[in-house]
């Protein structure tokens, strides 16, 4: 392992003990469903993904939440603790990682009446018979047996853990999981010896302690929560430290607390900490994202260390960098949650901005060419600047050509809302500095004619794509696209209905925009549920602040039509309803479609061509970052078995189907 320098300020990169470990600093990768696992158990996957943050030095990972019993498995891809064969896997990750000098504990979990397993589930099992409303689980009270179960459950889970190398056990009790449920007095309407709030989670404790003495022994709480608050001082003789989060499962509000994406503030868990410093070392975890916030928060005493959680997500080299004083090279996370989108949709975990995370064993870092070449890339959107920084990182050069006056595309457009501006923002940073080198040319047509007057080797096509334009007569009313109201073109008209195809978050962005401008706004959703492609965390926080903006839901409603002012709304299920919405204008979030004539004038030229991101169907920022680092790999001569493996990449996390 390097040694870590002391060249970065004070705090973040001091040792700290933890019961009977040392971390090298105070950097924490805390616990994260990678679903890189299969039958319960970690793959080579799940190795390469830790390996990749241990080699990146940061001080502790806490590996994901991990079952202590069959019945507390929260999906088909939860880690199995209590199965014997989970000690070979805890040894193959704890051989990866610890030579780095990181130090490797494991979460201990039960989800009692929170699943989010498809059939078959195991019944849920909670402290009382109450339904929990995000997942729709409708719990049974677990006997007293079952309970006496559960307990030699931890403790069982927290010596396999030991024999499999692992040094400390997190006890989950944070998010409204098994343990939070006994102590929150709604939820426990239990009559036995279990009534009394925190004694299971004593119980529990106690029982992991005498099992596994010589582990590092913390438990998780949330920091919003009072309950919660009300028995960290019950806990600080008992534990080697306390770690706290915020959110909790069970509500559409709170889940979003879990991973909290912005307009979220950053350090935002900075504010909840004081009830939790009862003793033991604070870890604390919520949008820290900046080292030098990091440390400046440590200074201030909010905690003992802090979870980077999604910070090392995007960037596992952040320790490093910021040991060997490059802060400034951080990839930053750009808070747009599409790591969690993955594990909600049950996918490996992947990273929107970095394309390697959850690839570390298949998509391998630029490599410098000896011979470079010079690479066109058009469209400086995020697939344009992916490109461009693969290509840039491999020594070639490279010429972007960019209609608009600024690099950014889509992403520069949302940042016009709040529900935007902070990703924007970081991304913007983030390809500043990785584009830094290339010559580009804003405000520039290009024409098949203009790129072959450049001679290039190869050409990246990046153009991205334009709203849908319905075939509708609308005839009386104003209409205006809702990226024209990102732009700051906003209707004339005060009253507004914005016919929102249901599907992005571009309605919702308009309609903020418009409520803001103080236009009386009503959002026409034609979906079964709103922003439907939107990651359900970022939705939550929409929905509350357009409905405190004061902006009117219509459900289920698809515009037909306008005449005299009135705007004629079809039901989606069933068409013979008509509904009317009067409005002085109407603002178009129907969808979009590929800007893609370039290519094939290109091709005709004889020049190769790669497209990227939305010019091939307008997809995620995600596919855009991703198919932009790729098509420069092919394009600008990346290693051949990258090639052949990128069409196979994501069909599994399984390395025996890649090769077979
Ligand atoms: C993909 C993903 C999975 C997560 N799984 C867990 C988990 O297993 N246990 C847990 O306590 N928290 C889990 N979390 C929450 C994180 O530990 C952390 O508290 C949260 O991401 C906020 O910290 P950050 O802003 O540093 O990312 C998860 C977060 C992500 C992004
Ligand atoms: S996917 Fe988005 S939120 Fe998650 S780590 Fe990457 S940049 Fe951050």
Same mark, same amino acid.
């Given at each position: 392992?390097?040694?870590?320098?002391?060249?970065?300020?004070?705090?973040?990169?001091?040792? +700290?003990?933890?019961?009977?470990?040392?971390?090298?600093?105070?950097?924490?990768?805390?616990?994260?469903?990678?679903?890189?696992?299969?039958?319960?158990?970690?793959?080579?996957?799940?190795?390469?993904?830790?390996?990749?943050?241990?080699?990146?030095?940061?001080?502790?990972?806490?590996?994901?939440?991990?079952?202590?019993?069959?019945?507390? +498995?929260?999906?088909?891809?939860?880690?199995?603790?209590?199965?014997?064969?989970?000690?070979?896997?805890?040894?193959?990750?704890?051989?990866?990682?610890?030579?780095?000098?990181?130090?490797? $504990?494991?979460?201990?979990?039960?989800?009692?009446?929170?699943?989010?397993?498809?059939?078959?589930?195991?019944?849920?099992?909670?402290?009382?018979?109450?339904?929990?409303?995000?997942?729709?689980?409708?719990?049974?009270?677990?006997?007293?047996?079952?309970?006496?179960?559960?307990?030699?459950?931890?403790?069982?889970?927290?010596?396999?853990?030991?024999?499999?190398?692992?040094?400390?056990?997190?006890?989950?009790?944070?998010?409204?999981?098994?343990?939070?449920?006994?102590?929150?007095?709604?939820?426990?309407?239990?009559?036995?010896?279990?009534?009394?709030?925190?004694?299971?989670?004593?119980?529990?404790?106690?029982?992991?302690?005498?099992?596994?003495?010589?582990?590092?022994?913390?438990?998780?709480?949330?920091?919003?929560?009072?309950?919660?608050?009300?028995?960290?001082?019950?806990?600080?003789? %008992?534990?080697?430290?306390?770690?706290?989060?915020?959110?909790?499962?069970?509500?559409?509000?709170?889940?979003?607390?879990?991973?909290?994406?912005?307009?979220?503030?950053?350090?935002?868990?900075?504010?909840?900490?004081?009830?939790?410093?009862?003793?033991?070392?604070?870890?604390?975890?919520?949008?820290?994202?900046?080292?030098?916030?990091?440390?400046?928060?440590?200074?201030?005493?909010?905690?003992?260390?802090?979870?980077?959680?999604?910070?090392?997500?995007?960037?596992?080299?952040?320790?490093?960098?910021?040991?060997?004083?490059?802060?400034?090279?951080?990839?930053?996370?750009?808070?747009?949650?599409?790591?969690?989108?993955?594990?909600?949709?049950?996918?490996?975990?992947?990273?929107?901005?970095?394309?390697?995370?959850?690839?570390?064993?298949?998509?391998?870092?630029?490599?410098?060419?000896?011979?470079?070449?010079?690479?066109?890339?058009?469209?400086?959107?995020?697939?344009?600047?992916?490109?461009?920084?693969?290509?840039?990182?491999?020594?070639?050069?490279?010429?972007?050509?960019?209609?608009?006056?600024?690099?950014?595309?889509?992403?520069?457009?949302?940042?016009?809302?709040?529900?935007?501006?902070?990703?924007?923002?970081?991304?913007?940073?983030?390809?500043?500095?990785?584009?830094?080198?290339?010559?580009?040319?804003?405000?520039?047509?290009?024409?098949?004619? +203009?790129?072959?007057?450049?001679?290039?080797?190869?050409?990246?096509?990046?153009?991205?794509?334009?709203?849908?334009?319905?075939?509708?007569?609308?005839?009386?009313?104003?209409?205006?696209?809702?990226?024209?109201?990102?732009?700051?073109?906003?209707?004339?008209?005060?009253?507004?209905?914005?016919?929102?195809?249901?599907?992005?978050?571009?309605?919702?962005?308009?309609?903020?925009?418009?409520?803001?401008?103080?236009?009386?706004?009503?959002?026409? +959703?034609?979906?079964?549920?709103?922003?439907?492609?939107?990651?359900?965390?970022?939705?939550?926080?929409?929905?509350?602040?357009?409905?405190?903006?004061?902006?009117?839901?219509?459900?289920?409603?698809?515009?037909?039509?306008?005449?005299?002012?009135?705007?004629? $709304?079809?039901?989606?299920?069933?068409?013979?309803?008509?509904?009317?919405?009067?409005?002085?204008?109407?603002?178009?979030?129907?969808?979009?479609?590929?800007?893609?004539?370039?290519?094939?004038?290109?091709?005709?030229?004889?020049?190769?061509?790669?497209?990227?991101?939305?010019? %091939?169907?307008?997809?995620?920022?995600?596919?855009?970052?991703?198919?932009?680092?790729?098509?420069?790999?092919?394009?600008?001569?990346?290693?051949?078995?990258?090639?052949?493996?990128?069409?196979?990449?994501?069909?599994?996390?399984?390395?025996?189907?890649?090769?077979?």
């Amino acid at each position: 392992m390097t040694a870590v320098p002391r060249a970065f300020p004070g705090h973040l990169l001091s040792p +700290l003990q933890i019961g009977p470990v040392e971390l090298a600093n105070r950097i924490v990768s805390t616990a994260h469903q990678t679903t890189l696992v299969h039958e319960h158990l970690p793959t080579e996957d799940f190795v390469a993904y830790h390996e990749a943050r241990a080699r990146g030095e940061v001080g502790l990972i806490v590996l994901e939440a991990t079952a202590v019993h069959e019945s507390g +498995l929260l999906t088909g891809h939860t880690l199995a603790g209590y199965l014997p064969a989970i000690v070979s896997g805890y040894r193959t990750v704890a051989r990866a990682v610890k030579p780095h000098g990181t130090r490797l $504990f494991v979460q201990l979990f039960h989800g009692g009446r929170e699943q989010i397993a498809s059939p078959p589930r195991a019944p849920a099992l909670a402290p009382s018979a109450v339904p929990s409303s995000r997942f729709k689980v409708e719990p049974r009270a677990a006997t007293e047996e079952e309970i006496d179960e559960l307990v030699a459950g931890y403790a069982r889970a927290a010596e396999l853990a030991g024999e499999g190398g692992i040094e400390g056990v997190e006890i989950s009790a944070a998010h409204n999981y098994l343990l939070a449920q006994f102590f929150t007095p709604e939820l426990n309407r239990r009559t036995d010896r279990w009534r009394a709030g925190p004694a299971l989670l004593l119980a529990v404790v106690d029982a992991v302690r005498r099992s596994a003495p010589e582990l590092a022994l913390g438990v998780r709480l949330s920091a919003d929560s009072a309950a919660a608050a009300s028995v960290a001082p019950l806990l600080a003789d %008992r534990v080697d430290y306390l770690s706290v989060a915020l959110g909790e499962s069970s509500t559409y509000r709170g889940s979003s607390g879990i991973v909290p994406p912005p307009p979220v503030p950053e350090n935002v868990i900075g504010a909840h900490t004081e009830p939790f410093k009862v003793g033991p070392p604070l870890m604390a975890t919520s949008r820290i994202v900046d080292p030098s916030e990091a440390d400046r928060l440590l200074g201030s005493g909010v905690a003992d260390a802090l979870g980077m959680t999604r910070a090392l997500i995007a960037d596992p080299d952040l320790p490093r960098k910021v040991a060997e004083g490059r802060s400034p090279e951080v990839l930053r996370c750009i808070g747009c949650n599409a790591c969690i989108a993955h594990y909600h949709a049950g996918t490996p975990i992947a990273c929107a901005q970095n394309s390697r995370t959850g690839r570390e064993r298949t998509l391998g870092p630029p490599e410098l060419v000896t011979s470079p070449r010079r690479i066109v890339v058009v469209g400086a959107g995020p697939a344009g600047l992916a490109a461009t920084a693969e290509a840039l990182a491999s020594g070639h050069e490279v010429i972007v050509l960019e209609r608009a006056p600024q690099v950014g595309g889509q992403v520069k457009l949302a940042g016009a809302a709040p529900g935007h501006a902070e990703l924007a923002r970081t991304l913007h940073l983030n390809y500043e500095h990785l584009t830094h080198g290339a010559d580009l040319r804003l405000e520039t047509e290009a024409s098949a004619e +203009l790129v072959a007057s450049l001679a290039p080797d190869a050409v990246v096509l990046a153009t991205g794509a334009r709203p849908y334009e319905p075939e509708l007569d609308l005839d009386g009313s104003e209409a205006v696209q809702a990226w024209d109201v990102l732009a700051g073109r906003l209707p004339e008209g005060r009253r507004v209905v914005v016919a929102d195809w249901g599907g992005d978050a571009t309605g919702f962005d308009a309609a903020e925009v418009l409520a803001a401008a103080d236009k009386s706004v009503t959002l026409a +959703l034609a979906s079964v549920a709103a922003g439907e492609g939107v990651h359900q965390y970022a939705r939550n926080l929409y929905l509350a602040r357009l409905c405190e903006a004061g902006v009117r839901l219509v459900h289920h409603v698809e515009l037909a039509g306008a005449a005299l002012g009135r705007l004629r $709304f079809r039901n989606l299920f069933s068409p013979e309803l008509e509904v009317e919405l009067e409005a002085d204008a109407v603002v178009l979030a129907l969808g979009r479609v590929p800007v893609d004539d370039l290519a094939p004038e290109l091709r005709a030229l004889g020049l190769p061509v790669e497209e990227a991101g939305d010019c %091939r169907s307008p997809r995620s920022l995600e596919e855009a970052i991703y198919e932009g680092t790729l098509a420069s790999r092919r394009v600008a001569g990346g290693r051949p078995w990258t090639q052949k493996l990128s069409s196979l990449l994501r069909s599994s996390s399984n390395p025996a189907e890649l090769f077979g």
